[in-house]
């Protein structure tokens, strides 16, 4: 039989164990409100300013030096035209990379290379895919500073995070399958395409969205390959010209994004672009998690099919 | 189906707007250019029913002329005139321009409303404050006026990158980018602005426009001009040739081989008869009637090359600029 004076030891230790749990979680959530309330904050303020601003008008109207007439179409254009280039051309290489490293690579220094180094590529400064895309896209292939241009550049910002998503998917899917597959005698590429694909483009689709995500917002690399302030018209329609040259006349048209629009609004002496700029913002908040509800979407009803 | 019904609202509006391959006239430069060239922009699209097509961007009037002279734009937007360094560059490349005076632009010293002991300041008192060698060493507002409070000097300006700091810096200076390098610097003249009008001690400069639109909460600095008379800045002090020496033109460059463009003659000439008033508009100083016009007549008779010879100057009349013979 224990002793009072023991069971009142392990009282206090219990004790005490419990208030550090408690420290612990009121911690974490400071630390989460923290995040969460600038973002509400912030966001509720944009809102408020802007709000009021959001019309037909302004997601109809060319930018303005009336700030009443000024309105977005030209930035919102430019940023769904930029984004499916960025799409088209991330989305297969980077899973193209992906699955390559995961079921076809060999193991030695080489992989070992290439796989630290995306990941570096994962942190490196947009500014400097944007110095890197003035040289090679603009002036080197001569694009100029066009769509094609800004697409293929956040395309670049965004490789290394499909890759890396890709991977994680494909590493998600249990080995059984794999064996499976390969006792039932299917070659490798039988075994991706019918397997590994389907399986994992829940978690690719995350990776993409997470990287479109960010390419949206970005600024710093478009501004440097020379994207224009004042652009009062649209590209061509992508796949509207005469075939099959026409076709493709809008990814080489000028453009101009929505961070930019604003960022150039912002810095406007006259208030009324203030709140130009947090309409816009609020667009571009809203853009930003209707792609995320989208790829909570599909991801559920991608999830649906998979049996196992 | 949802993301078709999007993408047919996408094309429809596509189709609403698709037009003819059409002409393009590009320009780039000077941010304090900018807002006068999108007005005329603006404008010139709407009158021309969207049959041309313009473009402006924002590169800096170094990174305008850049561009300008490697051939990629057809006018460059600049606030101060081309310097010896890319008038080489332009010559290298083959390309030649026709230089044009737009608009002036009021450099506004601006101070808190609550600081009550300036009146005026002459040039002198702010070289004291400016110059190089104030650094460090002049950081109270009675060390340049024993009459004035013994409070911190708390300086904003433009950073060096722009135009407006270098033109400053040469009219009260003396020497284009010579300054003291210990004030509040930002891009950004809202920054700026919001500065001033937060700290009664502070002391800033910039464009009119900005002054023009936050009138509430900053007070203009007249400013003592080389004839003794303290002017405070305005369009029609300006347009009077009293706010000397912080008024400076502004200038686009237009490229001679997209002259032989008839779109880009056409805008050039509609720039030039509507600039003045479009300027007016978004706070700028509009040049005198007689100034348009001989800028018309220098742009028509091809006259290429710079007034300034690539040497930036403080206080010539626009007037005197056009009727000298450009150097190229």
């Known amino acids: ?308 | 189906m949802k993301s078709m019904k999007i993408a047919a609202v996408v094309a429809g509006v596509f189709a609403a707007t698709a037009v003819h391959a059409q002409a393009l006239i590009k320009i780039d430069g000077s941010s304090t250019v900018f807002p006068v060239t999108e007005a005329v922009a603006e404008d010139f699209q709407k009158a021309k029913k969207g049959s041309v097509r313009v473009t402006v961007g924002i590169s800096g009037t170094g990174g305008g002329f850049k561009k300008f002279c490697r051939g990629e734009i057809d006018i460059s937007d600049a606030s101060r005139p081309i310097l010896a360094k890319e008038m080489e560059e332009c010559a290298k490349a083959g390309i030649k321009y026709v230089e044009l005076p737009v608009a002036f632009d009021a450099l506004t010293v601006v101070v808190n409303p609550k600081n009550t002991w300036i009146k005026q300041l002459t040039v002198a008192e702010l070289k004291m404050m400016w110059e190089p060698g104030a650094q460090g060493k002049i950081t109270k507002w009675n060390q340049i006026n024993p009459a004035w409070p013994d409070a911190p000097l708390k300086l904003f300006g433009p950073g060096a990158d722009s135009g407006t700091f270098d033109y400053f810096t040469e009219a009260i200076n003396g020497k284009a980018k010579s300054s003291r390098g210990d004030f509040t610097a930002s891009e950004d003249d809202n920054v700026l602005v919001q500065g001033v009008s937060r700290d009664n001690n502070a002391l800033g400069f910039f464009g009119f426009a900005y002054y023009d639109e936050n009138k509430g909460k900053l007070k203009a600095v007249p400013i003592v001009n080389p004839k003794g008379k303290a002017v405070t800045p305005s369009i029609d002090a300006v347009m009077a040739g009293e706010y000397e020496p912080l008024a400076r033109p502004i200038f686009i460059y237009v490229s001679a081989k997209s002259m032989d463009k008839p779109e880009v003659k056409e805008f050039v000439e509609f720039y030039l008869k509507e600039g003045g008033k479009l300027a007016k508009e978004v706070k700028y100083v509009p040049l005198g009637a007689a100034d348009y016009k001989h800028a018309l007549e220098n742009f028509s008779k091809k006259k290429t090359g710079t007034a300034f010879g690539g040497v930036a100057e403080v206080g010539v009349k626009v007037a005197d600029l056009l009727k000298r013979n450009p150097k190229e």
């Not at chain 1, 699955?99 to 942190?123: F, R």
């Not at chain 1, 490798?188 to 993409?208: E, K, R």
């Open chain 1, 1 to 308: 039989m224990m002793k009072a004076a023991d069971l009142d030891a392990i009282r206090a230790i219990i004790t005490r164990a419990k208030r550090w749990d408690l420290i612990f979680s009121v911690l974490g959530i400071l630390s989460l409100m923290l995040g969460i309330l600038t973002f509400v904050v912030l966001f509720i303020d944009m809102a408020i300013q802007g709000v009021p601003r959001l019309s037909y008008d302004f997601f109809t109207s060319f930018p303005s030096r009336r700030a009443e007439n000024a309105g977005i179409l030209s930035a919102w254009v430019g940023t769904i035209l930029v984004m499916l280039v960025t799409a088209l051309s991330a989305v297969p290489l980077g899973v193209a990379a992906g699955v390559y490293l995961e079921e076809y690579a060999p193991k030695n220094w080489m992989t070992d290379i290439i796989e630290i180094n995306i990941s570096n590529l994962a942190g490196i400064p947009s500014i400097v895919y944007g110095l890197l895309a003035l040289g090679l896209f603009v002036y080197y292939f001569g694009f100029g500073q066009s769509i094609l241009t800004a697409g293929l550049t956040l395309a670049l910002l965004i490789l290394p995070v499909i890759i890396v998503a890709t991977r994680e998917a494909i590493r998600a899917i249990p080995q059984s399958i794999h064996e499976g597959s390969y006792a039932c005698g299917a070659t490798t590429w039988q075994t991706v395409s019918d397997h590994i694909l389907p399986y994992s483009s829940a978690g690719i689709l995350t990776g993409v969205i997470i990287g479109m995500a960010r390419a949206i917002g970005e600024t710093a690399p478009i501004i440097t390959i020379g994207a224009l302030t004042f652009i009062a018209f649209l590209p061509t329609p992508p796949f509207a010209g005469d075939p099959p040259a026409g076709m493709f006349d809008w990814i080489f048209a000028p453009f101009t994004v929505m961070p930019i629009q604003m960022f150039n609004w912002t810095s406007r002496p006259e208030a009324a672009f203030t709140l130009n700029a947090a309409a816009a913002g609020f667009v571009l908040v809203f853009m930003t998690l209707a792609m995320n509800g989208l790829a909570i979407y599909l991801r559920y009803q991608l999830r649906k099919n998979i049996k196992w």
